[in-house]
């Protein structure tokens, strides 16, 4: 269980039944073990579950030795918790906000948006799995690679579906979801549009995988849009279809799997605990934010700014200005005349290039193992941005 010194972040991933959910999750974690991995990211990912941890590793074993494809976990719905800690070194005198940081990965089966329930258990089955992600900061809802080639030229007929698909099995799940019809305040709000299987489809960026979906399924996507608008509170904080990522969990040639040779999956981790970060803070500086939604996306991101306060470049960005946060976001946070100074948190936006680099830098030098982690993850995103394999909202 999670203690109150652990930072716990969600991630919940849906995909239509073959899209490569498990061996995603396979190739995420199995990667994370690999020696060179903690050596270059100076980081521990540990599965709470060992015995789930060794199904993942055996996946990505025989992927890796015997070209063998796990088996899908079909109609199963399974929630996996991992404990990310900053790799052993000198002791340090950081008094970090928090220990670890918690990834819970939510997946839930894709046979359940593309087929009814077959009995009233099994409905209800349905919407206590859904229920459980909905603590979950980020969702990732997977385009599958594989089927997007072969409907070259003609995409439209599976994107369409696709979006379709997905929005019919959240308003089938609506009225069960909201008590009283009362929109939900604790909801997945950054839904990422993710090609899964991108080495079929080699050249596809972030960018021209967003041109293709509003291209050939715009409407339908912002279809999907309105039906989450309806399931939640305070709809200025939510992102959907708006970032992009393009995944391939390994290199697929006959007879042999690289799992060497992947696409984005080392950008889960800092996906889903620097992104909601990074988006919340720049959504709590809108005064149209309820103070309930407020109050729970700027939970975990409180403890992520102590973290990242102790830093030189963050103390100046903190330091600047002299106007008061909105009332929401002062409501929240309590962390000081210094850092409730300045429009703090829309100030924390700024710490990209070169003062997000300098800040990492520091933390490293001074042994803050936590906080360059944090850093780092910050890094990470900003690579991807670069490297054409995320592109991130503005909004």
Do not use: C
């Amino acid at each position: 269980m999670a203690t109150t010194r652990d930072l716990e972040q969600h991630i919940a991933v849906f995909g239509e039944s073959g899209s490569g959910k498990t061996v995603l999750l396979s190739s995420f974690y199995g990667g994370t073990q690999d020696p060179a991995y903690i050596r270059d990211h100076e980081l521990n990912l540990v599965a709470e579950d060992t015995g789930e941890g060794h199904r993942l590793l055996q996946n990505y074993y025989r992927m890796r030795s015997s070209a063998e494809v796990p088996a899908a976990n079909r109609f199963k719905a399974t929630s996996y918790a991992f404990s990310v800690k900053p790799k052993k070194g000198t002791a340090s005198k950081e008094k970090a906000p928090f220990n670890a940081l918690r990834l819970v990965w939510h997946d839930y089966p894709g046979e359940w948006f593309e087929q009814g329930p077959s009995s009233a258990a099994e409905a209800g089955r349905r919407v206590e799995t859904f229920r459980s992600l909905l603590t979950s900061d980020i969702a990732l809802l997977l385009v599958d690679g594989q089927k997007l080639r072969d409907n070259a030229g003609e995409e439209e007929r599976y994107l369409q579906a696709l979006f379709s698909t997905f929005n019919t099995g959240l308003l089938n799940l609506r009225d069960d979801l909201l008590e009283d019809g009362t929109p939900l305040v604790r909801f997945p709000r950054i839904w990422v549009m993710a090609l899964s299987k991108a080495d079929l489809l080699p050249g596809m960026t972030a960018q021209s995988l967003s041109e293709l979906l509003i291209e050939k399924a715009g409407g339908h996507m912002a279809e999907l849009r309105r039906t989450i608008t309806m399931m939640v509170q305070g709809d200025a904080a939510l992102s959907v279809g708006e970032d992009f990522l393009v995944l391939s969990s390994a290199k697929f040639t006959p007879g042999r799997i690289d799992v060497s040779d992947r696409i984005g999956v080392d950008l889960l981790l800092p996906l889903a605990a620097a992104m909601p970060f990074e988006r919340h803070v720049r959504w709590s500086a809108r005064k149209q934010i309820p103070v309930k939604v407020a109050q729970q996306i700027l939970a975990n991101s409180r403890s992520i700014v102590s973290a990242l306060a102790v830093l030189g470049p963050v103390a100046k960005l903190l330091s600047a200005g002299s106007s008061k946060l909105p009332g929401p976001a002062a409501k929240v946070f309590s962390l000081g005349a210094a850092l409730l100074a300045g429009n703090s948190l829309e100030k924390f936006t700024d710490l990209v290039g070169e003062k997000l680099e300098e800040a990492n830098a520091e933390a490293r030098e001074k042994n803050h193992r936590i906080t360059a982690v944090l850093t780092g993850f910050l890094l990470a995103l900003e690579r991807a941005e670069e490297e054409q394999v995320l592109t991130r909202s503005t909004r």
